[in-house]
């Protein structure tokens, strides 16, 4: 994983391949930037549940300000932060060990430009628990963008509607029921991506072993509709977790927000950008 663009621009980032850890996607990362432009210049950067900290971390190479870092577990964040060269300014960075729901209760209002949220997919009460207290302490600025990173199927706000533009990533066309359980031997690219889906908690991932030899384990079959990677081979395949138990229900999360905001959310969505099973979903305040 590397820093795509500014002042650290290809410097390498760590991170663990075999623990439960989804870094935020390259491209989603790029989408990001490439959304905010220059407003990433001298702004006050949040990056919540920061993980590997390469969201913020690119923030900073792209000249934001000050950067806050919050995650429950900080040693990794601390480790990439210490191999970057130049060394950051310490006035620049801080970071804060602590759960996101008590981080963000002591915020003051107008306290950060560009907030960025990509919790664990799985734990969606974290996403409501986010929306509330942001809302509640007015802690984005007033010409301020939340970003929220999320699987397509579980949007941050009830009734979301997705809006895109011209220069948007649309998501993939769905293939047929004939065209769904076709076979192929993968590329080497198509392989990166079924490790990324792997990275994501969903299906399985092709050994080293099989990109070298391209050997029949390295055939694998994706399911458009639930975004799934699965082994072909003559051993039997591992039992698929059904879609209903990838994630949990998210009605009454949904129905928390509408309780505390009848009269709608105080931030409105601008834009929802596609990419495969991520969307990205971009909300700001109502502008006059």
Not at 16 to 30: D, F, G, N, S, Y
Not at 68 to 76: A, G, R
Request: net charge positive; charged share 25%.
């Amino acid at each position: 994983m590397r820093i795509i663009s500014g002042i650290y621009r290809g410097q390498k980032l760590k991170f663990p391949k075999r623990e439960i850890l989804r870094p935020t996607q390259e491209k989603v990362r790029a989408g990001v930037f490439n959304i905010l432009h220059d407003q990433i210049k001298g702004c006050r950067f949040l990056d919540l549940c920061s993980g590997t900290g390469s969201v913020g971390i690119e923030a900073l190479s792209r000249g934001a300000d000050h950067v806050h870092f919050v995650d429950i577990q900080t040693s990794l964040l601390e480790d990439n932060l210490k191999h970057l060269k130049p060394a950051p300014n310490p006035a620049n960075i801080q970071i804060s060990q602590l759960p996101m729901g008590r981080f963000l209760s002591m915020l003051r209002p107008h306290s950060f430009d560009v907030i960025f949220c990509d919790p664990p997919w799985k734990e969606l009460d974290r996403y409501t628990e986010a929306m509330l207290l942001i809302a509640k302490t007015g802690c984005l600025s007033p010409s301020g963008v939340l970003f929220i990173v999320h699987h397509r199927d579980y949007p941050p706000l009830p009734n979301e509607k997705q809006h895109r533009t011209r220069d948007s990533p649309q998501p993939p066309t769905p293939k047929s029921p004939r065209q769904k359980s076709h076979k192929h031997r993968l590329t080497g690219r198509e392989l990166d991506e079924a490790e990324h889906m792997i990275m994501s908690g969903f299906g399985e991932k092709p050994t080293a072993k099989d990109k070298k030899n391209g050997n029949q384990n390295s055939v694998l079959q994706f399911d458009a509709t639930d975004g799934q990677w699965s082994q072909v081979s003559k051993k039997a395949s591992r039992k698929q977790t059904p879609d209903n138990e990838i994630m949990p229900n998210i009605d009454h999360l949904h129905s928390r927000i509408q309780s505390a905001y009848p009269d709608g959310f105080p931030l409105v969505v601008s834009q929802v950008y596609g990419y495969s099973d991520t969307h990205l979903t971009r909300m700001e305040y109502p502008q006059p």
